[in-house]
């Protein structure tokens, strides 16, 4: 057997092999030359392009929110306040997986549902490069906590922020507001630029009427991140401009007394002081505290406030409409006087009840047996109703629709609040237009008498009685007198503002009225005259009480039998001292009963500790 062995060509494999490592050196100049250009192009040409987005992933541009300005009673009382609090947020677009994050840190720190919730809404709100808060008011181990595994959770951090805080709960709430979380609708109104880096904006009350001059103006910085987003080092800084610090008309300790003396009741509470307008007293009962709304509230407690049949969160001062009752009886006696449609000492007889000529419906008294013979004096001084049905009837729904919007009935006051309503006050032009229906006489017989389709708020109700405690002169109704900017320990004065005043006639006519109403509290016959012992300065006011429903002509209104929530409103309007006026009131029981027995003492309370507070 032969082997044959293969003889190479090592000619052609040398020619071979140059011309491969030829191509192969061709190709690797090529690359080298193309690597080369784009190297030129990125360093050379496009240096400034790509320097840029460098920077812009490097250093970024962080909102300064400014400090909130604090809110103060008129004797410096803080009602709100910043405080300190570490929070837990997370910047979406650096953290990841959320859930997964959100999961993550729930074993480290305590993260409920509500926090979850509330997360998840804020994240639909704002853009993902926004720092979302997930947790307020982080304790010490908890900020300790998260510290040590810090390195897990790249865009996750603590923050310190100031948190709104209101130190005497609910004291006061429906007139100071609250602050809360920005929602939707908001943030199309506001300007975006200046809420940077803030998350909350005020709600109600002097928080959200005064929020352009609570707010401040935010600042900015530069600072230099490195790759989990986290700050080295604050390259350049704007400061931020604190909001202005407001001053209330309001007292805080009478405040906290005319609480107290509504405290398990429904109803509102209005003292002003009548030579300026001051609101001394906004109460409004229940109440709720302002704290849980400002990280926040929990959908479960939010709901039981929202459903609560007592409505504590309905702010009764601006928004609660009553029928006056017989507190409107003092503004219609002094219509009959300015019109010459009865005189102080013109009588009239009070059998128990009042019919229209040619009508057969007795319009009832109060008092069953009736009052006897009566003039304006011992009509507002007893408040006998039918004295007021004669005069009402007498005067016409035309001339007491005129007269009475002198005194802002079926208007806005124009407090420096918002959500006020105006009440109302009816009229010919009304009805029609409503009802699309004629006025009728027994309309203005109840009307008379406070009654029909009479509304007022507890403000109006308040600002009426100062024009007539003030002989005339109308004061606007305000609940901030200064304002103090940041760093400047003087104040900013607001002037009262006086608005057109009533035209009568006769200045005695006002001393008429005024008069009744001090002998309605001080004369043994009066129905306020319960208030009146042992008082060292007299006191002009007048009770109501406002029927809830309506009851049949031949039907007796038996309290007993009735649910409570059917049971008339208690009233009482009074000033005092009555002479010289410093301080007026009025006092709306929901459901209380009598005006002299129930609305009336409350007054006196409140009076009495405004006369302790302001005596010099």
């Given at each position: 057997m032969s082997i044959r062995l293969a003889i190479k060509d090592h000619i052609r494999e040398s020619r071979l092999f140059n011309e491969r490592a030829a191509t192969a050196t061709a190709i690797a100049v090529i690359l080298m030359f193309v690597l080369v250009a784009r190297f030129i192009h990125l360093q050379i040409f496009s240096h400034e392009h790509f320097s840029t987005l460098s920077d812009d992933n490097r250093i970024n541009i962080v909102a300064v929110p400014p400090t909130r300005g604090l809110i103060y009673d008129r004797n410096g009382v803080l009602i709100a306040q910043n405080l300190p609090s570490f929070s837990l947020e997370i910047v979406p677009e650096q953290a990841g997986d959320i859930d997964e994050t959100l999961n993550a840190l729930a074993g480290l720190i305590t993260i409920n549902e509500a926090d979850i919730t509330r997360f998840h809404k804020q994240l639909e709100q704002n853009p993902p490069f926004n720092s979302i808060p997930v947790r307020f008011h982080l304790s010490d181990e908890e900020v300790a906590s998260f510290a040590a595994n810090r390195y897990r959770f790249p865009g996750v951090d603590i923050e310190a922020r100031l948190i709104r805080d209101y130190p005497h709960g609910d004291l006061a709430v429906h007139a100071i507001g609250y602050v809360g979380r920005i929602n939707v609708d908001e943030l199309r109104q506001i300007d975006s630029a200046n809420y940077s880096g803030t998350q909350l904006i005020g709600k109600t009350g002097v928080e959200k009427y005064y929020e352009d001059i609570l707010h401040g103006r935010v600042g900015f910085k530069r600072v230099e991140t490195n790759a989990f987003g986290r700050t080295i080092r604050i390259l350049e800084r704007t400061a931020s401009v604190p909001g202005n610090n407001l001053y209330l008309t309001i007292d805080a300790q009478l405040q906290s007394v005319a609480e107290k003396t509504l405290d398990g009741q429904r109803g509102a509470i209005v003292a002003l002081d009548p030579k300026n307008g001051d609101i001394l007293a906004f109460v409004s009962k229940p109440g709720f505290d302002p704290n849980p709304f400002v990280i926040g509230i929990d959908p479960k407690n939010f709901a039981e406030l929202q459903n609560s049949i007592d409505k504590p969160l309905f702010n009764r001062v601006l928004k609660g409409q009553y029928p006056p009752g017989s507190t409107l009886k003092p503004f219609i006696g002094l219509a009959g006087l300015e019109?010459?449609?009865?005189?102080?000492?013109?009588?009239?007889?009070?059998?128990?009840?009042?019919?229209?000529?040619?009508?057969?419906?007795?319009?009832?008294?109060?008092?069953?047996?009736?009052?006897?013979?009566?003039?304006?004096?011992?009509?507002?001084?007893?408040?006998?109703?039918?004295?007021?049905?004669?005069?009402?009837?007498?005067?016409?729904?035309?001339?007491?629709?005129?007269?009475?919007?002198?005194?802002?009935?079926?208007?806005?006051?124009?407090?420096?609040?918002?959500?006020?309503?105006?009440?109302?006050?009816?009229?010919?032009?009304?009805?029609?237009?409503?009802?699309?229906?004629?006025?009728?006489?027994?309309?203005?017989?109840?009307?008379?008498?406070?009654?029909?389709?009479?509304?007022?708020?507890?403000?109006?109700l308040a600002s009426a009685t100062a024009i007539l405690a003030n002989r005339g002169v109308h004061r606007q109704p305000r609940i901030v007198y200064a304002i103090q900017e940041p760093g400047n320990s003087e104040m900013n004065i607001r002037e009262s503002s006086e608005v057109i005043s009533p035209s009568i006639a006769k200045a005695a006519n006002w001393e008429s009225i005024i008069n009744s109403m001090i002998r309605a509290v001080h004369s043994i016959h009066g129905t306020a005259h319960g208030i009146s012992r042992n008082l060292s300065y007299k006191i002009?006011?007048?009770?109501?009480?406002?029927?809830?429903?309506?009851?049949?002509?031949?039907?007796?209104?038996?309290?007993?039998?009735?649910?409570?929530?059917?049971?008339?409103?208690?009233?009482?309007?009074?000033?005092?001292?009555?002479?010289?006026?410093?301080?007026?009131?009025?006092?709306?029981?929901?459901?209380?009963?009598?005006?002299?027995?129930?609305?009336?003492?409350?007054?006196?309370?409140?009076?009495?500790?405004?006369?302790?507070?302001?005596?010099?």
């Open positions: 019109y010459e449609k009865t005189g102080i000492n013109t009588t009239s007889f009070c059998p128990g009840w009042f019919t229209l000529p040619g009508d057969e419906r007795k319009y009832r008294d109060w008092k069953h047996e009736g009052h006897g013979i009566v003039n304006l004096d011992k009509a507002i001084v007893e408040s006998c109703d039918v004295f007021f049905y004669d005069l009402a009837l007498t005067l016409g729904i035309d001339n007491l629709h005129r007269f009475l919007s002198q005194f802002g009935f079926g208007q806005k006051t124009g407090i420096d609040l918002s959500g006020e309503l105006s009440g109302l006050l009816p009229s010919r032009e009304w009805k029609q237009k409503e009802h699309h229906q004629p006025w009728y006489p027994g309309e203005t017989l109840i009307t008379g008498i406070g009654q029909g389709y009479t509304l007022t708020t507890p403000l109006q002009a006011g007048k009770t109501g009480t406002a029927q809830v429903f309506g009851i049949k002509e031949d039907e007796e209104y038996v309290k007993e039998d009735i649910s409570k929530r059917l049971h008339d409103h208690a009233l009482f309007i009074a000033f005092a001292p009555a002479e010289d006026p410093r301080i007026v009131i009025a006092v709306i029981v929901e459901n209380g009963g009598g005006g002299g027995s129930v609305a009336a003492p409350i007054a006196r309370k409140i009076i009495d500790k405004f006369m302790q507070l302001n005596t010099t």
